[in-house]
């Protein structure tokens, strides 16, 4: 009677796990819609920002028109742009109006599981810093006790400003603002002594302002801001894509692929080289591409040395070193599992 009663048991319990609904195809609905739906920041320059033409630029913009690549056979160009502010941001993902962010956006251990977000990994290692005019000649974060610091809401720059000076005792009067433009623009007229957010963000912010050699960047980087693409948990087959696309484009820079060479690269005998290209293997049908994916990808944008130098490197208003953004051949943190 027992051993009836566990099997009845059992039974059920694989029928209701079979009964289960399937988490949602994403990769389905972005071939029927034709379009990837891509989050991206409402304005910072280098990582997402519209030209004179209203065409959408940056790190982060290119990694949409990665993913569109491997999707659409190459054609970067089918993305649906979605500018969000830090606060609409997680819901838009949660509801199902974007397909993924790609919007400067901290990996958290709360974001990770209370939000049910899956970050598929780090594409910009960042930390939070300050901005100030060089005319109140501070040289230390450590000096602002009582000044009025300017800093987006919903933020985790907010949580960490609070911690930074409650850590110092020092003294905080903080401007909160939804916008990081009108943040910008709150410091610049004056309503603010201090500008905080990712250093990152503190370059390009500089830009913007109306004399940028006026305002110096302070030398505390006070957060980890590990940044990256993510997606809604629940659709396994869609987190890989965009998570390979990433693990990609690292894999491509270190082995040497690149946008001008790819085609050349498709006859090397190199077996890692084969692998990424889809030459050897299936790894690109495994999750539900075309097997030369990464060829589509690198044609489309180069690898992610190349998506660096191009929107925020050195030889560009930014002037951003690689730095902790190196690979890790390189001495940086940027590390990709192999295809294989």
């Known amino acids: 009677m027992m051993n009836m009663l566990i099997k009845t048991l059992l039974g059920s319990a694989f029928a209701a796990v079979v009964s289960l609904p399937a988490a949602?195809?994403?990769?389905?609905?972005?071939?029927?819609?034709?379009?990837?739906?891509?989050?991206?920041?409402?304005?910072?320059?280098?990582?997402?920002?519209?030209?004179d033409q209203g065409?959408?630029?940056?790190?982060?913009?290119?990694?949409?028109?990665?993913?569109?690549a491997a999707i659409f056979d190459g054609d970067g160009s089918k993305v649906e742009y979605s500018p969000l502010s830090a606060v609409q941001r997680f819901p838009a993902l949660q509801n199902n109006e974007v397909d993924m962010l790609a919007r400067n956006t901290t990996w958290t251990m709360n974001r990770d599981t209370a939000l049910g977000l899956n970050f598929v990994g780090v594409n910009y290692y960042d930390g939070q810093g300050f901005m100030v005019r060089k005319d109140l000649n501070v040289t230390s974060a450590l000096q602002l006790s009582g000044a009025t610091v300017c800093v987006q809401s919903g933020t985790t720059t907010e949580l960490n400003l609070t911690d930074y000076f409650s850590a110092n005792?020092?003294?905080?009067?903080?401007?909160?603002?939804?916008?990081?433009?009108?943040?910008?623009?709150?410091?610049?007229?004056?309503?603010c002594d201090v500008l905080t957010t990712d250093a990152s963000g503190l370059y390009a912010s500089r830009l913007e302002l109306a004399n940028?050699?006026?305002?110096?960047?302070?030398?505390?980087?006070?957060?980890?801001?590990?940044?990256?693409?993510?997606?809604?948990?629940?659709?396994?087959?869609?987190?890989?894509?965009?998570k390979w696309v990433h693990f990609g484009l690292l894999n491509a820079e270190e082995l040497g692929v690149t946008q001008q060479n790819v085609e050349e690269m498709l006859e090397s005998e190199n077996p890692k080289i084969?692998?990424?290209l889809g030459v050897d293997g299936s790894f690109g049908e495994d999750?539900?591409?075309a097997n030369d994916w990464m060829v589509d990808v690198i044609r489309a944008v180069g690898n992610y040395g190349e998506i660096f130098d191009r929107n925020i490197g050195p030889d560009?208003?930014?002037?951003?070193?690689?730095?902790?953004?190196a690979l890790w051949t390189k001495g940086g943190l940027q590390y990709a599992p192999p295809v294989r």
């Open 24 to 51: 949602a195809a994403t990769l389905d609905e972005v071939k029927e819609r034709g379009a990837l739906r891509c989050g991206v920041n409402t304005g910072l320059p280098g990582f997402a920002s519209q030209d």
């Open 55 to 68: 065409e959408w630029q940056g790190l982060d913009v290119d990694y949409c028109k990665a993913v569109a």
């Open 169 to 191: 005792n020092m003294e905080l009067n903080p401007v909160v603002i939804e916008s990081q433009s009108d943040v910008n623009a709150a410091y610049d007229q004056g309503r």
């Open 212 to 242: 940028p050699d006026e305002h110096v960047v302070l030398p505390e980087v006070i957060s980890k801001e590990p940044l990256g693409p993510t997606v809604r948990q629940g659709d396994e087959q869609w987190f890989d894509i965009v």
């Open 274 to 276: 084969r692998r990424l």
């Open 287 to 289: 999750v539900g591409l």
């Open 316 to 325: 560009t208003p930014l002037k951003i070193q690689r730095g902790m953004n």
